[in-house]
Antibody, heavy 121, light 110 residues
């Protein structure tokens, strides 16, 4: 069974960098693409970006300049860094496994439980 | 990129069928059969219910079905049950190699 677990600080100060890790068990991280998604309190889902262990990545145009997603096969972990955060970045952050089809990401089939990150001084 | 458009809420009585629409553009739903639907109960992570427009993952009830016409996808829940009360999100891959979610629909079982 594939399990994903997000971890990291639950509180980040404005203008600082949000750093999260997703640890995957039950699967090889090198086989799939991996996605980060977030959900502000009381609001809908927002796609942040995806990454493949060979370095192929893409991110939401609205966040592109602030986002870095990387995959570490040696630790079976995916990381997310979001810099220059503001209160608008307060959200539950999810990592998910992304299945890649001939033309792109088909769906996200396994999700972590999510981690709430609050941006506040 | 703009979110796909869903109705804010849909309701139905137990046993009835409801349909949730998801409207995109020719750059996402209209160009890809990579439409998925996710169910989210309060405080829980989203769960994949439909993938590639109309396919159901193992373990998902056959009461859930999906379809697509042009740039609009639909999720139908037949034989509505109390446990179906949740938020539902559609999603699609896009022509600029990104991924987009719908605005979300709250399903209420009356």
């Amino acid at each position: 069974q594939v399990l994903l677990q997000e971890s990291g600080p639950g509180l980040v100060k404005p203008s600082e960098t949000l750093s999260l890790t997703c640890t995957v068990s039950g699967d090889s991280i090198s086989t799939y693409y991996w996605t980060w998604i977030r959900q502000p309190p009381g609001k809908g889902l927002e796609w942040i970006g995806y990454a493949y262990y060979r370095g192929s990545t893409n991110s939401n145009p609205s966040l592109k300049s602030r986002v870095t997603i990387s995959v570490d096969p040696s630790k079976n972990q995916i990381s997310l860094k979001l810099n220059s955060v503001t209160a608008a970045d307060t959200a539950v952050y999810y990592c998910a496994r992304a299945l890649w089809g001939v033309r792109g990401v088909k769906e996200n089939d396994y999700w972590g439980q999510g981690i709430l990150v609050t941006v506040s001084s | 990129q703009s979110a796909l458009t869903q109705p804010a809420s849909v309701s139905g009585s137990p046993g009835q069928s409801i349909t949730i629409s998801c409207t995109g553009t020719t750059s996402d739903i209209g160009d890809y059969d990579y439409v998925s639907w996710y169910q989210q109960h309060p405080g829980k992570a989203p769960k994949l219910m439909i993938y590639e427009v109309s396919e159901r993952p193992s373990g998902v009830s056959s009461r859930f079905s999906g379809s697509k016409s042009g740039s609009t996808a639909s999720l139908t829940i037949s034989g509505l049950q109390a446990e179906d009360e949740a938020d539902y999100y559609c999603s699609s891959y896009t022509s600029i190699n990104t991924y987009v979610f719908g605005t979300g629909t709250t399903v209420t079982v009356l």
